[in-house]
Structures are given as structure tokens and as C-alpha cells.
T-cell receptor
Framework: GAGVSQSPRYKVTKRGQDVALRCDPI?????LYWYRQALGQGPEFLTY????????KSGLPNDRFSAERPEGSISTLTIQRTEQRDSAMYRC??????????FGPGTRLLVL | QKEVEQNSGPLSVPEGAIASLNCTYS??????FFWYRQYSGKSPELIMF????GDKEDGRFTAQLNKASQYVSLLIRDSQPSDSATYLC??????????FGTGTRLLVSP
């Protein structure tokens, strides 16, 4: 596709539910990144993949958060047993290997 | 000390003036540096990146890097009201992940 796409764009869920956020990177981009952005702050790194391999998950807040990219293209960020503090904008970016990162439109998650 | 620091602003400049946005970083091993523009409610948009000391120009934008001083700046010449946005500085410390500053809000008045 022309750019990074993310779905859903908005997700409202109840506390305790699991959510799955999807990212489809720019075609040909081997690296995919997940960030979380709070209002008035810059994006905060969560995890990234080169092809299907998760290279760094040091930014995942706790073990309720996980991510996968099984075929080296689309990635899913899963949050289990959501809590209100998980409410934020979740952003995905992709790049050619170590090149500049291009962001998608984000998924706004609201946990009630 | 935050890893990447920016003045939150707002930085107010009149139309046609030069806007100067600054960023300092703490990790001397940082290898590449990026400026993103983020309009309210939108996603960050890459506008410049720089890897080597010195200046890099692209249209009305100039990125400046001084690794000895651990300082990156972005100059916007002939500022336009459409340049009003938050500008995020991001640093790659060598492990592919980007560390972002909190952003500087720029207001360009007609």
C-alpha cells in the first residue's frame, strides 16, 4: 500500500477485555515498530521486528502486552486484561532495515 | 535527565520569519537524528533526518547536527501559518528504536 495502515482506528473496550491492534506496513519495509503516545508527549517505543523476528521488546510495559509478526508483514499488538491506564494512541511505524521510520495513522484505545 | 530534551514552547514567529527549533540528547553513542512534524490529531510526519555533523538542507528546512555538543536543530525559513504544528525530535541510539522528545509547539502568525 501507499503508507502504513492500522486498524481499528478507534477501539473502545471495557476493563478486563483483550484487544488486538493491527498494523500493515509499507510494502517492502522489513522493519516494523510499535509505539505508544500519550497526549502532549512524543511516541514511546514498545517493540520492533525485523522481518518476523521480534528484536527488542524492552518497551512493553508488562506481560499483558505482546506482539507478533508471523509472516514478516502484518503485525498484531495484543493487550490482555486491559486496564484504564492502557488508554492511549498506539502507533505503528515501518522502515527499510535501519532507514527512517514512517508512521501510520494510529489506533486510539479507550478502556472504560 | 531525559534522553531527548526539547522546549515545549509554544514558539511564536511571524509569517516569513525563520523558526529555530532545538533539541539536546544525552547518549553520545546516538547515530541518527530525525525531525517529525505532527499536526494536532494527526500522526508524526517525517520531514528531515541527519546522520553526520553539519547542515543538511531540504527546501525551506535545514537540520543541523553537532555531536560534540549533543545538539540537533531544525531551521524553517520563510515560515508559513501551515507550518504551525508540534515538531518532534527523535534520536536513534543504535538499536533501531527511536527515542523522542516531548515536542516543541510552533505557532506561525499571519
Amino acid at each position: 500500500g501507499a503508507g502504513v495502515s492500522q486498524s481499528p482506528r478507534y477501539k473502545v473496550t471495557k476493563r478486563g477485555q483483550d484487544v488486538a491492534l493491527r498494523c500493515d506496513p509499507i510494502s517492502g519495509h522489513v522493519s516494523l515498530y510499535w509505539y505508544r503516545q500519550a497526549l502532549g508527549q512524543g511516541p514511546e517505543f514498545l517493540t520492533y521486528f525485523n522481518y518476523e523476528a521480534q528484536q527488542d521488546k524492552s518497551g512493553l510495559p508488562n506481560d499483558r502486552f505482546s506482539a507478533e509478526r508471523p509472516e514478516g508483514s502484518i503485525s498484531t499488538l495484543t493487550i490482555q486484561r486491559t486496564e484504564q491506564r492502557d488508554s492511549a494512541m498506539y502507533r505503528c511505524a515501518s522502515s527499510l532495515a535501519t532507514g527512517p521510520q514512517y508512521f501510520g495513522p494510529g489506533t486510539r484505545l479507550l478502556v472504560l | 535527565q531525559k534522553e531527548v530534551e526539547q522546549n515545549s514552547g509554544p514558539l511564536s514567529v511571524p509569517e516569513g520569519a525563520i523558526a529555530s527549533l532545538n533539541c539536546t540528547y544525552s547518549d553520545r553513542g546516538s547515530q541518527s537524528f530525525f525531525w517529525y512534524r505532527q499536526y494536532s490529531g494527526k500522526s508524526p510526519e517525517l520531514i528531515m533526518f541527519i546522520y553526520s555533523n553539519g547542515d543538511k538542507e531540504d527546501g525551506r528546512f535545514t537540520a543541523q547536527l553537532n555531536k560534540a555538543s549533543q545538539y540537533v536543530s531544525l531551521l524553517i525559513r520563510d515560515s508559513q501559518p501551515s507550518d504551525s504544528a508540534t515538531y518532534l525530535c527523535a534520536v536513534n541510539t543504535g538499536f533501531q528504536k527511536l527515542v523522542f522528545g516531548t515536542g516543541t509547539r510552533l505557532l506561525v502568525s499571519p
